[in-house]
């Protein structure tokens, strides 16, 4: 439980500070992704490098601001239906067994529900500096 307060809740937050701004030209703000963290664990044989496992559940519309995670995020859709970007790459539409790549240095530009009215879930593993945050914005 301390871990999600830890990880989540900054998480949790950012989304719910920025989503609205994201989303101020079409007059309605997009409910907030809902992250729960599932494991932290520091990688002894990858010295500095710790690996996080999150869950991220995307009710109806919902959608992230840009951000980037200055990590190897690996994401595997469990549920639902995402869509997914990085800065230079192709905006793909993933389903259920799909999975999706973010490097260190990629900027996370396109991140939604793909649906309005279906709920969405994936876990994601991210493997990155200890200490560092799980992601920072970008503007």
Known sequence: MLKILKFGLPLIAT?????PLAHAASGATPPDAIVTELMSKDLPDIPGKDALMIVVDYPPGAVDPVHRHDAHSFVY?????????????????LTPGQT??????????????????????FLVVLVKKQGAPVLTLVK
Request: aromatic share 4%; glycine share 12%; proline share 5%.
């Open 15 to 19: 989304v719910a500070l920025l989503s």
């Open 77 to 93: 859709v469990l549920e639902g239906s995402i869509v997914m970007q990085v800065k230079g790459g192709k905006e793909v539409t």
């Open 100 to 121: 999706f790549y973010e490097g260190p240095h990629d900027v996370h530009t396109v991140g939604r529900n793909a649906s309005q009215t279906q709920p969405a879930r």
